[in-house]
C-alpha cells in the first residue's frame, strides 16, 4: 500500500486523533490490520496517560496566581503560604518539562491509550553457545538473538490547534513563554520569601509585573484547550506512513543482523506517555539498542532533515555515532537535499530515546525559514503533503538502517555483506 494511502486513511477517514480518544484507538487498530496483513503479530499495549499537554502549565500557573492573591493576605502567614505552593508549583514544572513524576501528573486526569508494536527479526541469528548464560534454554527470548536492535518509533495521535501555534507572530511568542514563565515564577519566590521577613507594601506591587505574565500564560494554557484537534496529516500521519512503509520493506527484506521494532505510540503530543511505557515495559531488551523517531516528514515545502538536538528544557542530543553515519548517507545523496538541524521550544521522542538511555536519533522535514509547516494548524491536511519528500526520508532511513546493519556484523565489520546484496 502506497504511504500517501495511510496518510489518507489516517488523516481523512479517521480524521483529528486527539491523545487517548476513540479516533487514537482507531488508528492503533488501522496499524494492527496493516502489520497482520504483512504477516507480521502486531501487539497492543494499554498504558494510563495525560490528556492534555497543556493543562500542567495551566494549573502550575494558577497555583502562582493563588500566591500572589495570598501575598495581598494579611502577613506574614500569607508570604509563608505564597512561597511554599509557588516553591512546589515550580518544582513540579520543572519536573514536568523533563517528563518525570510530579505533582502536577498526579493532580490531574489520566486516561487509557495504546501503543501498537511489532518486530521483524533479522535473518542470521547469532548462535547460542554455553556461555551465554542470559539465554538459558527454554527461555522465551529468540528475538535477543540479533546482534543489534533498532526501535523505530511514530506517533499516531495529534496536536490540538492553540492560537500559539497560529501564525509566526504566535510562534515567536511560543519560544518566549517557557522562559518567561519559569522567570516570572523564579521572580515571585523571591518576592514571597522576602516577604515572609519584610512585610512591605511595595512587594506586593512589585509581585503583580510577574503575576500578570503568570496570567498571559495561564490564559494561553486554557485557550489551547478549548481548540479542536488537527487532522495530522504531517503531524504525524506522514511517520505512520513512513514506519508501515518500512514494516513492508523489512518483512520482504530482513536485514541481516539488525531486528527491527516498529512502535506506534499514543500519546506523543501530551509529553511522550507512548513512547515512555514502551521504553520502561522493553527495558530488558534495549541495552545497546538504536531508536528512530520519524515525525512530521512530510510537509509541503519543507525539505528532508536529521535532528542533531532537540531541546524543551535541557537538549536531548542525537547519537554522535548514528549522526556521522547520517551525514555520511546524505553526503552520498546530495540529490535528497537534506540537512542536519537543532530544534528548540519544543520535544518529540527524540527525548524519549535519551532520557531512556537508547542510541537515538530523530529525523523530520523542516522548512527554509526553520519550521515544519503547518505544525499544530487546521491546516495540517492531507492536501499540504509532499509525497517526494516523505519518499526521500523513507530512503534515508533505509540507508541508515542498511548501514547500521552493515557495522553491527559480527566479525570484521568491513568485510560484512551489506545487507542489499541479499535482499529479496
Ligand atoms: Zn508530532
Known sequence: MASLDHIRALSEVIGPRGSATAEEAKAADYVVEQLANLGLSPER???????????????????????????????????????????????????????????????????????????????????????????????IAPRADCPATVVITAHLDTHRTPLLFRAPFWLRVFGWLMPAGLGSMVALLALFVIGIFIPASALRLIALAPGLVAFVLFALMIQADLTPYTKGANDNASGVAAALWLAERLTA??????????????????????ADAWFSANRPALNGAFHIT???????????????????????????????????????????????????AGYGELSMGVKHGLRAIAFGAIAPDGASPRWHQPSDTLAAIDEATLARVQEMVWALLREIDRQNAPGNPSDAPAAESVAA
Open 45 to 139: 499495549q494499554t498504558f494510563l496517560s495525560a490528556t492534555s499537554a497543556y493543562r500542567p502549565y495551566a494549573l502550575a500557573t494558577g497555583m502562582a496566581l493563588l500566591s500572589v492573591f495570598l501575598f495581598w493576605q494579611p502577613q506574614p502567614v500569607g508570604a509563608a503560604a505564597a512561597a511554599l505552593i509557588t516553591a512546589v508549583a515550580l518544582a513540579s514544572l520543572l519536573l514536568e518539562m523533563q517528563f518525570r513524576p510530579n505533582l502536577l501528573r498526579w493532580l490531574l486526569p489520566i486516561e487509557q491509550s495504546q501503543n501498537v508494536s511489532a518486530v521483524i527479526p533479522c535473518r542470521q541469528p547469532r548462535l547460542q553457545t554455553a556461555s551465554d548464560e542470559d539465554a538459558p534454554m527454554g527461555a
Open 253 to 274: 527484506s530482513p536485514l541481516q543482523h539488525t531486528q527491527v521494532y516498529l512502535v506506534f505510540t499514543g500519546c506523543e503530543e501530551v509529553g511522550g506517555y507512548g
Open 294 to 344: 520519524l515525525d512530521q516528514i512530510a510537509g509541503a515545502g519543507a525539505q528532508p532533515v536529521v535532528v542533531r538536538a532537540e531541546r524543551f528544557l535541557i537538549p536531548a542530543h542525537s547519537d554522535p555515532g548514528l549522526l556521522a553515519l547520517a551525514e555520511q548517507i546524505i553526503r552520498e545523496h546530495p540529490e535528497w537535499n537534506a540537512r542536519l538541524v537543532s530544534l528548540n
